[in-house]
Structures are given as structure tokens and as C-alpha cells.
Nanobody, 118 residues
Framework: QLVESGGGLVQPGGSLRLSCAASGFAFSDYYMGWLRQGPGKEREFVAAVHRNGINTYYADSVKGRFTISRDNAKNTVYLQMNSLNPTDAGVYYC?????????????WGQGTQVTVSS
């Protein structure tokens, strides 16, 4: 099970930190990813982190603004989002897979809403 939290309303230029708590599987053995789906858009990859917590992967649109990290002791993955703009708005999903950093993933969260507006 994956449960996201931390979404909300933020002004352009602001920051949010998303969290995703995992349970029911061996978290440290899984790649963890964040994806998002904006209004009227297809779901897109945002970021992922290797099982080792060191190797990270980002969509070009978020490089330099977003940071993914994980705490294997807490079975939690984070997404620090800075310099947010309206194009970052959408539902953010946490996902996990044992063998890959991008889709298809095995496990999915229910999503958390991020709204960027003044």
C-alpha cells in the first residue's frame, strides 16, 4: 500500500513537500517513483529513485526544481518541489516497482492534489 500526503494549494514560486508512506512490501527492494496528471493531460513521469537511494531520475521539466529522496528506515519516499508554477498542478501519484524506475509500476498510491495558483 502506498499513501501520499503533503499536497495542497501553493502560490506560484512556492514550495511543497510530498510524502509517500509504503507498507506491505519490501520497500528497500523497490524503485520508487512520482508521477502526475494535470487537468486534461496524460499522466507523466516526474521523478524516481533507485533502491540504493543514490541514483535519481527526473523529467526535464522538473530538473533543478524538484528533489526525490527516500528513507528506507521509514519506508517513505519524498518529493521536494520548489519554484512551483501553474504547469506543475495536478494529482501526484507515488508508485513502486522492483525492477524499473519508470512505468509500468507494480504498486500505486491514490494520489494527492497539488494546486498552484495565486
Amino acid at each position: 500500500q502506498l499513501v501520499e500526503s503533503g499536497g495542497g494549494l501553493v502560490q506560484p514560486g512556492g514550495s511543497l513537500r510530498l510524502s509517500c508512506a509504503a507498507s506491505g512490501f519490501a520497500f528497500s527492494d523497490y524503485y520508487m517513483g512520482w508521477l502526475r496528471q494535470g487537468p486534461g493531460k496524460e499522466r507523466e513521469f516526474v521523478a524516481a529513485v533507485h533502491r540504493n537511494g543514490i541514483n535519481t531520475y527526473y523529467a526535464d521539466s522538473v530538473k533543478g526544481r524538484f528533489t526525490i529522496s527516500r528513507d528506507n528506515a521509514k519506508n517513505t519516499v519524498y518529493l521536494q518541489m520548489n519554484s512551483l508554477n501553474p504547469t506543475d498542478a495536478g494529482v501526484y501519484y507515488c508508485a513502486a516497482d522492483r525492477f524499473r524506475a519508470q512505468e509500468p509500476y507494480t504498486y500505486w498510491g491514490q494520489g494527492t492534489q497539488v494546486t498552484v495558483s495565486s
